[in-house]
């Protein structure tokens, strides 16, 4: 494959530094720069179309293009890889940034002298969750009338849906061998109130309402208040009692303030399926006010009325007033209130909010795991198969790629109260040939949107002949502040109140020395997350000295760790080897002056492609302890 080689450039570093970094990063302390500039920048939107359709990028893309000297066939998916920065706004594994931002800097900045440094902030379209590839193989399995008799069976032919009575029932007709693993989508006719079995109305008659009125208990459940308005007996306005589980809360801060009412959804209490049926401005008991509200989110909310007495999620609740709908929701209007209360014997959180039942075509994924079907699940997300209405309803039989706004729109209207950061995967019919496709949407607070695995990444882009990327992490430290670098003490004894400090004079400096004593200590520096997925030859140096203590090697310790996740305590950590001098001993400060060198490199290609932090470790013990110095790191790849 043809390939664009950009020489690695030089960096531009603190003027006050040593003369060692001076000359590594800057050709010598004879160097002389016109117009050098060290810049964080952040791509726009419209940055990533102007990397498309720059001219020299184009090029390069073409020529990352591949032939097939065998058969001549092109592969062309580098240049397609490239188009989709501008389609995505970010860029992504196969066309990356350390390849197509050198020629933007260099159009965009053409004054810019050798030196100049640019900390640009990128996009990175990791790609789609892996596990959604698992939905390809999908298969649809439609009950037959077969199937509905055996569910039903003997003596009650002829029905030909489910119930929620019978829809446990679903996998005992499901085939009994399937690979591990596999996935069906399993399409069967629904409905949410149960069939009579000599005399009634007949089947579609909600049970125990056929008059229109409450039986003996007084109220109807959720699904059978639903059924009745299905069925004409409950119109809007009518003056009901629903009884239900409380499912979620719904915050009406400002309604609150003035009516002390509050409104939250309830579940029914037979089946429980929650049919987004919500109790709108609601009163207590005896049509009283509740006294406070104390919201958090859906799901964790304590409500403690004026007789002192506190409402939780799972609480069986009657709740009298006027039917409406609303925007699709099944409620109880404004001043309803209860005429019932039963609490949880221990107050937990609801079920997850599943989508609500309706009558029609289910379509409801199952997975064979250790020999059994079992309903789909998956702790990432909210996994649902797109209902067989939808296509009728849209007039396709299956959705293409730009057909997206099909999927948005029904999770919209599944899903009206969504919390930012939740994530919805729709599994849904792909090709002509019947193949599933699987996209995972992200709530962002307003819309769904799709899940392209977008990061953000910072990489350091150098000018020497030719802008190029060869810095992954540098911190001067020296009149630059601790920048980015945490620290994390896992021992400090009294009197110590820290061991690392930041000293524009001597940079980043660790001491458990105080009041004219020494005391044992564990504190570490850490850096910020370091992305080496790209890197190819990663060397990593920094200045240092220490003083006061002789043994510098039980005091000090450089580590990398690719789990880091906040904690030092709880991830994993390979120690470095301290280099060699030419004459064999170890390349470290001698403990006896304060005078600054280099550590020489350290070869991190064992880290190409993870993301790591590097930490800085100080220990003392015995009454025993030096001064150790930091400035000057750098993590690039090597000159040429």
């Not at 996209?439 to 977008?454: K, M, S």
Request: glycine share 8%; proline share 4%; hydrophobic share 35%.
């Amino acid at each position: 494959m043809k390939k664009v080689l950009f020489f690695l450039a030089s960096t531009l570093m603190l003027a006050s530094c040593e003369n060692y970094f001076i000359d590594k990063n800057l050709g010598g302390s004879d160097y002389n720069p016109t117009d050098v500039r060290t810049i964080d920048y952040t791509l726009t939107d419209a940055d990533y179309n102007t990397i498309v359709g720059n001219k020299d990028n184009i090029a390069l893309a073409l020529a990352e293009c591949t032939v097939d000297t065998l058969t001549g066939t092109i592969d062309s998916s580098a240049y397609f890889a490239f188009l989709r920065i501008g389609e995505n706004l970010a860029f992504n594994k196969q066309a990356p940034a350390d390849l197509y931002v050198p020629a933007f800097l260099a159009a965009k900045f053409p004054q810019l002298s050798k030196g100049s440094l640019f900390n640009i902030t990128y996009k990175n379209c990791e790609g789609a969750p892996e596990y959604l590839t698992t939905f390809a193989s999908t298969t649809k399995y439609a009950l037959s009338t077969a199937d509905y008799e055996a569910i039903w069976g003997e003596g009650k032919g002829g029905i030909h849906y489910l119930t929620p009575a019978t829809v446990m029932g679903l996998t005992s007709v499901l085939p009994t061998e399937a690979e591990e693993g596999a996935i069906l989508a399993v399409v069967y006719e629904y409905k949410d109130t149960e069939p009579s079995f000599g005399g009634g109305n007949g089947d579609d008659a909600p049970k125990g309402f056929f008059d229109g009125t409450a039986d003996s208990r007084g109220f109807y459940t959720t699904s059978e208040a639903i059924a009745a308005v299905d069925a004409g007996m409950i119109a809007k306005d009518d003056s009901i009692k629903v009884g239900g589980i409380i499912s979620r809360w719904f915050k009406k801060s400002s309604k609150f303030d003035t009516y002390h009412s509050v409104s939250f959804f309830v579940m029914d209490p037979v089946t429980g399926q929650e049919h987004e049926f919500e109790f709108y401005n609601c009163y207590t008991l005896n049509k009283d006010s509740f006294e406070t509200f104390e919201y958090t989110d859906e799901m964790n909310a304590i409500c403690i009325d004026r007789a002192g007495r506190e409402f939780h999620l799972g609480d069986t609740v009657v709740g009298a007033g006027k039917y409406t709908i609303y925007n699709g929701t099944h409620e109880l209007n404004t001043n309803c209130y209860l005429t019932e209360w039963r609490p949880v014997a221990t107050p937990a959180p609801a079920p997850k909010k599943a989508a609500a039942a309706a009558n029609g075509k289910k379509t409801v994924l199952y997975q064979f795991s250790e020999g059994k079907w079992k309903a789909y699940k998956n702790e990432a997300a909210t996994v649902v198969a797109l209902p067989e209405d939808v296509y009728a309803a849209v007039g396709y039989t299956y959705l293409l790629d730009k057909n997206k706004n099909i999927l948005t729109t029904f999770l919209a209207q599944e899903y009206p109260y969504a919390q930012a950061g939740q994530a919805f995967t729709v599994v849904y019919v792909a090709t002509k040939e019947g193949a599933y496709k699987a996209i995972e949407f992200l709530y962002d607070g307003a819309t769904f949107v799709e899940n392209l695995g977008i990061s953000y990444t910072t990489t350091t882009f150098s000018l020497s002949d030719v802008w190029g990327s060869t810095i992954y992490y540098k911190q001067a430290i020296m009149g630059e502040g601790q920048g980015k670098l945490t620290i994390q003490n896992v021992k400090l004894t009294d009197p110590l109140t820290y061991v690392w400090y930041y000293s524009a004079a001597y940079g980043m400096c660790a001491s458990a020395y105080k009041d004219g004593a020494s005391y044992d200590s564990e504190s570490w520096l850490v850096t910020p997350q370091i992305d080496l997925t790209r890197a190819k030859t990663p060397q990593f140096g920094f200045d240092h000295a220490f003083n006061k203590a002789p043994n510098f090697t039980e005091e000090c310790t450089v580590l990398v760790s690719t789990n880091y996740a906040g904690d030092v305590t709880t991830c994993d950590w390979t120690a470095l080897e301290w280099n060699l001098n030419e004459d064999g001993t170890l390349n470290i400060p001698s403990g006896t002056s304060w005078t600054f060198q280099h550590t020489g490199y350290f070869d991190f290609t064992p880290f190409v492609g993870e993301k790591i932090n590097i930490a800085f470790r100080y220990t003392t013990a015995n009454g025993v302890s030096g001064t150790w110095e930091l400035k000057n790191l750098l993590l690039s790849e090597p000159e040429n």
